[in-house]
């Protein structure tokens, strides 16, 4: 609970970044920023787990497992994207998206 | 809980030793001897898969996280016959492809620990153990479908999957967030109670809809499907198809009857129109392809619709429907990408174009494939008819006869391009047609066993019944 500030600010600010997130997912050229919107994503969610578990169900400490399990999750498939960026890197010298459509249709 | 009542894990529990089997055995057997390694990945998990079969009991683990009763075991061992005809049918490629680049045992590894996060979704209690299988699930299949590593076109795939299932399970997780907010608990007994329709739930249970919908290719979903089948090695294009999406359906279908039956107003709607434009452009964009792994690509799109007529009822006929249909389409989605694969391995080839006179040079190969085709399209004497028939008979026991009438519509849209591919094989004769070629004894036992379940499943009527006895406990 943080003083003077009420549930309804903070899950404002998390939707926000969860959008932010979905645009720049779409509109992003470089695989790399597209999976740092990604993040974005996962970290608006455990957020909004932390918050709805502080503020409305204080008793049962569930929301605050799930974002563990999040963060550590996120990391695997973070760690798992940038090896087949890599691994592509090698391939074209490049990590545009425009580069990697060869498959179309 | 004693340690006995781990028992009820039994699958989870085989699976993760023989993929830890498998660990020692990379690093004890010597470079020269690996091709053993494939003929003890399949031994095991054929031993896996009988064993799945035996008796067992039923019932909650870890606080109601994790609970089996006899429908989801039934099911485990339908994804277990999948994955043991896609070994059988990989096998030579391992051997041949694989195991001089020294990857031969990841490859068992990665698709086993796929298997048990499948295992783990479909047998989940509550959201946590639900997105933890999800992840597990996905992430390795992702990891196989770049395999190829000295293509571009695999690691072209294999990220396209990669970041769309995560900005899918993103979202996901954004819906569970927002049910959690609502009703206050994770597990799915005590959401059930709960859950009200009101927008903010309905907004939740949107979002994690599509996360679902992305995993089994949904239309708005869609889109990585035909890149990442045409990309990957052909197995895990297989895989993806049959054993990823037939463990998407069933979870989606658990959930969508038990934990958010009280929305059914609300996704009876969704899954309506997205029914239909499922179906329609999973067929009209099959048409025009001549690839034959985006062509089985878009056709898999194409039956995903049809399964969401047997999702919309809602009730027990729906549940026996949905996985009767999945068993049918495991053995008959198989046996198309096996023949594929056949050839593919033979000789490069995965063009319609290649299969042009097929018949005259590779009989068998080519009834096979006609077989897999004849029941994706639903013609009676084999099974994939008494699928589709089934389903079509759930929808309109619940008076949805515009779909059913739709989905008649796409089914003959559908027969139009299977048959594209059988004209090329029986009717057209070509010069250059693929010489004659022995598949080797695992293949060729893969695709037998294939034939055989798409002749005899839709003849042996007691196992529908079967199913339809098992999915009664299902609702209480």
Redesign the interface.
């Given at each position: 609970m943080i003083e003077g500030i009420t549930i309804y600010e903070i899950l404002t600010l998390t939707t926000i970044i969860?959008f932010i997130?979905?645009y720049g997912?779409l509109t992003r050229t470089n695989?790399i920023s597209?999976?740092i919107s990604?993040e974005l994503?996962?970290n608006?969610?455990v957020v909004?787990?932390v918050i709805?578990n502080k503020y409305?169900?204080p008793d049962?400490l569930?929301?605050v497992?799930?974002s563990i399990?999040?963060i550590a999750?996120a990391a695997?498939?973070t760690a798992?994207?940038i090896s087949?960026?890599i691994?592509?890197y090698r391939?074209?010298s490049s990590v545009e998206v425009k580069d990697?459509e060869?498959?179309?249709? | 809980m004693d340690f006995s009542s781990f028992l009820l894990m039994r699958h989870e529990i085989i699976l993760l030793a023989i993929t830890l089997l498998l660990l020692v055995a990379e690093v004890s057997i010597a470079n020269n001897k690996k091709n053993s390694i494939v003929h003890l990945a399949i031994f095991l998990f054929g031993i896996h898969t009988i064993v799945g079969f035996l008796k067992m009991d039923y019932g909650d683990l870890f606080g109601g996280m994790f609970h089996t009763n006899e429908l989801i075991k039934f099911f485990k061992s339908v994804l277990n016959i999948g994955v043991l005809i896609l070994l059988l049918q990989s096998g030579d490629w391992i051997e041949e492809k694989i195991l001089h680049q020294q990857r031969g045992t990841e490859f068992f590894m990665l698709l086993f620990s796929s298997l048990l996060g499948m295992y783990f979704m479909i047998s989940a209690g509550d959201?946590?153990m639900f997105?933890?299988g999800l992840?597990l699930s996905t992430?390795p299949v992702?990891?196989l479908a770049?395999y190829d590593?000295t293509k571009?076109?695999s690691?072209?795939?294999?990220?396209?999957l990669?970041?769309s299932a995560?900005?899918a399970?993103?979202?996901s997780?954004?819906g569970?967030?927002?049910l959690?907010?609502t009703t206050?608990?994770?597990y799915f007994i005590e959401i059930s109670e709960i859950i009200t329709s009101n927008n903010l739930t309905i907004l939740g249970f949107v979002l994690f809809f599509a996360g679902l919908g992305f995993k089994i290719s949904l239309v708005p979903f869609h889109f990585w499907t035909?890149?990442v089948y045409?990309?990957a090695p052909i197995s895990i294009a297989a895989y993806l198809s049959v054993i990823s999406k037939g463990a998407a359906v069933f979870i989606l279908m658990i959930l969508l009857f038990t934990v958010l039956k009280p929305l059914m107003a609300i996704w009876e709607n969704i899954i309506y129109v997205i029914a239909i434009i499922t179906m329609f452009i999973g067929n009209l964009f099959a048409l025009?392809q001549q690839n034959m792994k985006r062509f089985l690509a878009f056709s898999s799109i194409a039956q995903a619709g049809f399964i969401l007529l047997g999702m919309i009822t809602g009730n027990q006929l729906g549940i026996a429907t949905v996985v009767y249909f999945v068993l049918i389409y495991v053995f008959s989605n198989l046996a198309a990408f096996g023949v594929v694969q056949a050839i593919s391995l033979q000789t490069g080839k995965e063009n319609m174009k290649d299969y042009e006179g097929l018949y005259r040079t590779n009989p068998n190969l080519s009834l096979v494939m006609m077989l897999a085709l004849f029941s994706l399209a639903g013609i009676p004497p084999v099974a994939g008819f008494f699928g589709k028939f089934f389903l079509f008979t759930a929808a309109a026991s619940k008076g949805y006869y515009l779909l059913v009438f739709l989905a008649v519509v796409n089914v003959t849209i559908s027969l139009y391009y299977y048959l594209l591919v059988v004209r090329a094989m029986f009717l057209r004769k070509n010069e250059n047609a693929i010489p004659y070629f022995k598949s080797k004894i695992y293949m060729k036992l893969g695709l037998l066993i294939t034939a055989v379940g798409i002749l005899v499943i839709g003849l042996y009527s007691p196992l529908y019944n079967y199913i339809h006895e098992l999915s009664k406990s299902f609702l209480n």
């Open positions: 969860f997130g979905v997912f695989l597209m999976l990604v994503i996962l608006a969610s909004n787990f709805i409305l169900y049962v569930q929301g497992f799930f399990f999040i999750v695997a498939e798992l994207a087949i960026i691994n592509l391939q074209i990697t060869i498959m179309k249709y | 959201f946590l997105y933890l992840e992430l992702a990891a770049a590593i571009r076109i690691s072209e795939s294999g990220i396209k990669i970041l995560a900005l399970s993103g979202v997780l954004f569970i967030s927002i959690y907010a206050g608990s994770i035909a890149d045409e990309g025009r």
